[in-house]
């Protein structure tokens, strides 16, 4: 023992003592390096435009990613730019048009549909700038892609519920799917992998596919129905919490909530998991719009400091999708909304 | 007058023609009830008291909006504006309630926007004699703006430890759900309004001939400024429901397509567009129609895009209908001034 504690008192007076010595071996030669770096980086960042159009602020996810990006480009000495078209789809387009007629360095786009903004993303990278894509991509293939692979968002989600109803499980199989948008790419991508696993399982049987078209009333009148005319319906999905959250409340009110599987994707704000916390969801997929926002400025961030011309490459960036359930539904994984 | 006077034999069997002609109300309430039939022998589960209640439970918000677009269209107005006044006092009380205001007085700030909005419609379409399309449809962009300034949230949840504002939405009595007592007495008082004060007389008169109600001595302008802080005062009874049943207010629906089910439950119901007909019962039998062919599809997992299709197909027999009951004359197609 007392060794031992010799052995901690001088680890710690060696740690104590070499700080100094560290920073005068710093100033022969490893700062100069370390110098030299980070000009060649504030070289290829400061001053640089970044531009960002989403479809609408003021929606959990876009605003995350928003304040993400602008804190990090602020940090890096970069200007930031941001539209709100607010879900209209022409004014989106107008601002995209006066957007790339100003020539910023980099164009971070969310596309509303795979055709409508392609024209001017060509013609953006045709003169110099970098267009990232993020969670929903157009048609163009342009330097670099952030986000979630939808279909495989889907699979994931169909995979537990498959887990939790299918063959062996010696429940129903009975599942209900709460869609977006019918002609959202969101919507159709997830809808094609989640019938891409259920399908394979003979025990799963989909009782109810409609759209609530993003709101959470619908979903609970949706849900209401179905949970009545289907008292043993084993699992919801749903293609996004807020959304979901109708449906969790539909299937609460018919006092189903703790036999009813709820699964649902979603960008993991608070919210989402405030209701997994309560019990409302079972599982939820979050594809962390916290660490999408990183990966933008990680997109924008390569592709300056390659110097390569727009469109010479095609870089992904896909999110990690993660299960969120009562076990971790705190901290680091859901972001807190910002005060308003 | 004179031209008129050889016609008047002429006039005296087509009115007779008119009479013989079924009421629309009662046309719909006929495909209604034959519709509950149908699905109720064919569709399994369809015809129980739980999935009846659950039918009238997800058509009360729209019915409560209903009687307000209703009784604007009596008067041969309209208010475009109706889902954003349910929406936008709302978000902004409900941000206030999580700045720490007390509950009572942001329903009371709710229910005071709702109110000067109103009035902002009534001034505009009275006094300054705008049409009501353009100044209501223009009212539900400022309000949207103007909510988004001061409450800028996509969703703005309410307090879930707050049984007396949410109960409108979330309770039960008796086994009933609260929404579908508070869109019946909603009803009722509109029926007695309408039917029994003269001012309710009035707006029917309005609508059928402002032009003569005025001369008859009608005061239209306050009557006018009355009907829209109405229709604010029915939005913010709905938008009280509908926090309770879903426990928060997304502004996302001012943008949907939820004005036009309103006014397409009002219209199926035999409240025409030119004005003084209809009633209280028309927006009854409207939404009971929706509510069941919604219920039915979700029922037989019909897709929403057929049921666009098919709403939208219903929407334009009522209009239809109602041109063929209604038909447009020199006398019904001025409008009011």
Not at chain 1, 181 to 190: F, I, M, T
Not at chain 1, 203 to 225: E, R
Not at chain 1, 304 to 317: M, V
Not at chain 2, 36 to 51: D, E, H, M, P, Q
Request: glycine share 10%; hydrophobic share 50%; with cysteine.
């Amino acid at each position: 023992m007392i060794i031992g504690r010799m052995w901690t008192a001088a680890v710690i007076g060696l740690a104590l003592a070499v700080p100094p010595l560290m920073v005068s071996a710093q100033e022969e030669g490893g700062t100069k390096t370390a110098r030299e770096l980070r000009s060649a980086y504030d070289k290829a960042l400061q001053g640089k435009t970044i531009a960002f159009l989403p479809i609408a602020l003021n929606v959990p996810l876009m605003d995350e990613w928003t304040r993400v990006v602008k804190e990090e480009a602020e940090w890096r000495g970069m200007k930031f730019v941001v539209r709100d078209p607010n879900n209209n789809p022409s004014a989106m387009q107008q601002a995209l048009t006066a957007l790339v007629d100003q020539k910023p360095d980099v164009l971070i786009v969310q596309n509303p549909s795979v055709t409508l903004l392609m024209k001017e993303l060509k013609r953006a990278e045709s003169q110099g700038t970098y267009v990232v894509q993020i969670n929903m991509s157009s048609n163009y293939k342009s330097s670099a892609f952030v986000g979630a692979d939808w279909h495989e968002v889907g699979k994931i989600l169909a995979q537990d519920v498959v887990k939790q109803c299918g063959t062996g499980s010696g429940k129903s199989g009975k599942v209900q799917i709460v869609q977006g948008e019918l002609a959202a790419a969101a919507s159709v991508d997830q809808v094609g992998g989640v019938m891409e696993v259920l399908n394979k399982d003979p025990a799963i049987k989909v009782v109810s596919n409609q759209a609530a078209n993003w709101d959470a009333n619908t979903a609970l009148n949706i849900t209401a129905t179905v949970i009545q005319q289907h008292p043993d319906l084993c699992a919801s999905i749903g293609f996004w919490g807020i959304m979901e959250s109708g449906a969790a409340q539909a299937i609460r009110n018919a006092g189903k909530i703790n036999d009813v599987k709820v699964h649902a994707s979603g960008e993991g704000s608070q919210l989402d998991c405030d209701q997994v916390n309560q019990g409302n969801f079972y599982k939820f997929l979050s594809y962390k719009a916290t660490e999408q926002g990183h990966d933008l400025m990680m997109a924008a961030q390569t592709l300056l400091e390659s110097g390569e011309k727009p469109g010479a490459r095609n870089l992904e960036y896909y999110t990690q999708p993660l299960w969120i359930d009562k076990t971790n539904a705190n901290g680091g994984n859901c972001y807190a909304l910002p005060k308003k | 007058m004179a031209v008129d006077s050889p016609l008047a034999p002429a006039g005296t069997p087509r009115f007779r023609l008119m009479a013989t002609k079924p009421n629309q109300e009662q046309i719909v309430l006929l495909i209604t009830i034959a519709l509950v039939t149908a699905f109720g022998l064919t569709l399994n589960g369809f015809a129980t008291l739980t999935n009846l209640l659950n039918l009238l439970r997800s058509i009360s918000i729209l019915g409560i909006l209903g009687l307000g677009m209703g009784l604007i269209v009596i008067s041969r107005g309209i208010d475009l504006s109706e889902v954003a006044i349910m929406a936008g006092p709302w978000a902004i009380a409900l941000i206030k309630i999580q700045q720490g205001m007390p509950i009572g007085w942001a329903c009371l700030l709710a229910l005071g926007l709702a109110i000067v909005i109103g009035i902002v419609n009534g001034v505009m379409v009275a006094f300054v004699e705008a049409p009501a399309l353009f100044v209501t449809l223009a009212a539900g962009f400022v309000i949207y703006g103007l909510a988004f300034w001061f409450a800028p949230a996509y969703v703005v949840y309410a307090p879930t430890d707050a049984p007396a504002l949410l109960f409108l939405g979330a309770g039960r009595v008796f086994g009933i759900p609260v929404p579908i007592l508070v869109f019946a007495a909603a009803a009722i008082a509109m029926q007695l309004f309408l039917s029994l004060t003269s001012v309710g007389r009035f707006i029917y008169a309005q609508g059928d001939n402002p032009e003569a109600a005025r001369l008859s001595g009608i005061a239209l302008r306050p009557l006018i400024m009355l009907e829209y802080v109405l229709v604010a005062l029915l939005a913010w009874t709905a938008g009280l429901v509908w926090i309770g049943t879903t426990g928060s207010m997304q502004m996302q629906i001012t943008q949907s397509t939820m004005i036009f089910d309103v006014v397409l439950v009002v219209v199926i119901g035999g409240i025409s567009l030119v004005g003084g007909r209809g009633s209280v019962f028309s927006v009854v039998v409207g939404c009971i129609l929706i509510g069941t062919l919604l219920n039915a599809f979700t029922i037989m997992d019909v897709n929403s895009e057929v049921q666009n299709i098919i709403k939208g197909i219903v929407l334009l027999g009522a209009i239809v209908l109602d041109n063929w009951l209604h038909p447009r004359d020199e006398e019904t197609a001025r409008q009011g001034d």
